[in-house]
Each structure stands twice: as structure tokens, then as C-alpha cells.
């Protein structure tokens, strides 16, 4: 598949749909999408399904179209899923996805190993929406499609700081930005701005992060109490894995947090030197070279010792090189 045209011929009916707990790039590219499938193939009769998107999203055009849950039996022509790394990762409208005659999956993820019927997979590519623009054609991107992209973009770069910032990257945030949105807003708003709970935890957990491996390997947490304490859960604590991985010398950052007792999500950022997704997949995750994620059973110590020793595994291969 070149372009997504292709796959759009012919076409009545088409469902898109996420990966749970969507983030920037994951709602960046199914809005894109069904922004680009609205505006220039309007024939066809196109749904999004996405698990409720954080209002930090509302400055992407028809975000209240979003379906957030199904509604009975429907067979789509076609079903496309975005940023979606394996199959029981899709959120929403799985027997939609099963039952859909032709299946498309766009995708960055490098564990992905491909579960449709079309895979579209660029593990070398910064985001699911970079992915996506080089499948539509640049000069139907608008304003109202290009702001999801750059949305997606710039939470799936650190706002271009990660290493899967390439020159193409930057040639096609310029050329997004050429469509006039404000984009220094949706950076500070959607990326950037935390509210003041959200500081507090973050100021928290660093305070109580530990240090192992030779200082290589830092470690932030939180326990379920510590969350019903502050009111919050999963969708509050963006951005407190990344500032742990900015800590002078580390090699590894890991954030986890205890989503019910004894079971935590795990995230793990590298610097470089050690494939977190190497690690994330051996635990049944997932995720990118340096940055990844996995759901672990155990107490919280049983979960840091089996996931710092698969770090110091690697930081042992890297020593004898």
C-alpha cells in the first residue's frame, strides 16, 4: 500500500479505531484520518472509536463524533486501526474489527508483527501519524488534518527531542505549519500543561525515586493508596517517566503504578544503550527501542527486581562490546 486510496476504492462503509488509554499519537492519527475520509471521500460512511480521549485533545476538529463505545452488530468494508501495536491492544469495536471485510492496520511499533489483513507497519518512523501522512496525498492535507498530525507528532517526539526525530520529521512538521494553525498552543496545551495536582504528584514521585544499577537505573512509583489519595489514575501522570529519564547518568528510567492490587503498569524510557522493547516484549509488552510499556502481576518489589535485571543484563552486553 502507497497511498491510502488504495484501500478506499470501492468503499461504503468504514470504522477506525485506537489503542486503549489513547494517547497524542493514537488520537492524532484516527482523527486525521476521519478528518481526511469526511472532507474528501464523502460517499463513505466513516465511525471512529476511541476509549475517552483527554480533553487536552479538544482543539482536533469533530472530536465530539467520537464513538466511545459499540452499538450493536455493523459489518464495515473496511476497518483501520492507528498507532495500534497488537491485536488485544485495540480498545474499542473489536468484533467490528473481526468482522470487517477488509482489515488495515498503520502502525510504528517495532514489536508489531502485523494482525490484519493489510499491514502497513514503519517501525523506523517517529509516530503512527508520520506513518499516516506519507499514505494521504500532502496536498489534501488542510488545516483541519494537519493539526491532528502535528498533535500526534509532537507527543510521540517529545516535541522532536526523541531520537526517532529524523530530518523527514521536521520537513513534514514544517509543512503542517504552512496550513497556519497555532501550534505553540497545542504544544504547551496538550503537551506541556499540567494542572496542580498533577505537579504534586510528579514532584512525589521524584522526590521518592531510587537509584540502582550504579546509578544507571532510576525508579518512580506509586502504590493504589497513594492514587486514591490524590484522586487521580493513569491518565494524570503523563510526562513523569520522561523527566525521571533526564536524571544525570541514567541509562533506564521506570515508572510504575499499581492500577489494582498487585498488578502495575510499567513504563520504561532508555537513553539509548538499552532496548527497552527488547525487555518490555520478554514481560509480554511492548513498545519502541526506547520507550515501551508492559502490565506485570507481582508486588512491587517482585516487579523492579525482574525488570532491572533484564536492564543489567543488557548494560553487561554493552560493557563487554
Known amino acids: 500500500m502507497n497511498n491510502i486510496a ?16 489513547p494517547d497524542g499519537d493514537c488520537v492524532g492519527s ?9 472532507e474528501y471521500y464523502p460517499e463513505i460512511q466513516v465511525d471512529v472509536y476511541l476509549d475517552h480521549p483527554k480533553p487536552i ?8 463524533e467520537i464513538k466511545t463505545e459499540t452499538d450493536g452488530e455493523k459489518e464495515y468494508d473496511l ?44 517501525g523506523e518512523i517517529s509516530s503512527a501519524c508520520e506513518v499516516l501522512y506519507g499514505l494521504l496525498d500532502p496536498e489534501k492535507v488542510n488545516q483541519r488534518v494537519a493539526v491532528p498530525i502535528y498533535t500526534g507528532m509532537i507527543h510521540d517526539t517529545g516535541v522532536f527531542q526523541y531520537s526517532s526525530t529524523s530530518p523527514e520529521t521536521m520537513r513534514i512538521a514544517g509543512q503542517l505549519m504552512k496550513t497556519g494553525f497555532n501550534f505553540s498552543r497545542i504544544i504547551d496545551e496538550s503537551f506541556y500543561e499540567k494542572t496542580y495536582i498533577q505537579n504534586q504528584i510528579m514532584g512525589r514521585v521524584l522526590a521518592e525515586s531510587i537509584m540502582l544499577l550504579d546509578g544507571k537505573c532510576i525508579i518512580g512509583y506509586l502504590r493504589r493508596r497513594d492514587l486514591d489519595f490524590y484522586g487521580v489514575d493513569g491518565k494524570d501522570l503523563d510526562g513523569i517517566v520522561s523527566q525521571l529519564r533526564l536524571t544525570k547518568g541514567v541509562e533506564v528510567a521506570m515508572f510504575l503504578y499499581e492500577v489494582e492490587s498487585q498488578k502495575f503498569k510499567v513504563s520504561l524510557r532508555s537513553n539509548g544503550r538499552v532496548d527497552v522493547s527488547r525487555i518490555a516484549v520478554y514481560f509480554g509488552g511492548g513498545g ?4 515501551a510499556g508492559i502490565d506485570m502481576m507481582g508486588s512491587l518489589h517482585d516487579v523492579i527486581n525482574n525488570i532491572t535485571g533484564e536492564i543489567e543484563r543488557q548494560l553487561l552486553l554493552c560493557r563487554e562490546v
Open 6 to 21: 488504495e484501500v478506499l476504492d470501492q468503499v461504503k462503509t468504514m470504522g477506525i479505531a485506537g489503542h486503549i488509554r
Open 30 to 38: 484516527c482523527m486525521a484520518l476521519y478528518l481526511y475520509v469526511k
Open 288 to 291: 519502541h527501542m526506547r520507550a
Open 57 to 64: 485533545f479538544s482543539h482536533i476538529d469533530c472530536m465530539d
Open 79 to 122: 476497518f483501520v486501526t492507528c498507532d495500534v501495536s497488537s491485536r488485544d491492544r485495540l480498545a474499542l469495536a473489536g468484533e467490528y474489527f473481526e468482522k470487517a471485510k477488509k482489515t488495515v492496520c498503520i502502525d510504528h511499533h517495532i514489536s508489531n508483527s502485523g494482525f490484519a489483513r493489510i499491514n502497513y507497519i514503519r
